[in-house]
């Protein structure tokens, strides 16, 4: 109704989402948010698959993610 439409609706909604890394972060790659893989990238952080993010910002298409559990290396 205002005139602006966001690159990708429903990004804002994943605020404060957590979800899981699909391909490594190093720093932009992919995680998955409920059943949707995600473009995302960190504050510069290498992160690896498995590992747990937390989406902490959305800038337009950008989504901004923090590492909350690494991976398991164990399993």
Do not use: C, M, W
């Not at 990708?8 to 391909?23: C, Y």
């Not at 992919?30 to 690896?48: H, S, Y």
Request: charged share 20%; hydrophobic share 45%; aromatic share 2%.
């Amino acid at each position: 109704a205002d005139g602006y439409v966001a690159v990708e609706p429903g990004l804002d909604a994943l605020l404060g989402q957590q979800g899981q890394v699909e391909s490594p972060l190093r720093p932009v790659g992919t995680a998955r948010f409920k059943d949707a893989p995600v473009t995302v990238i960190t504050r510069g952080e290498l992160i690896g698959v498995g590992a747990e993010v937390k989406v902490i910002e959305v800038a337009g298409n950008r989504v901004i993610v923090t590492l909350v559990t690494p991976a398991n290396k164990d399993s």
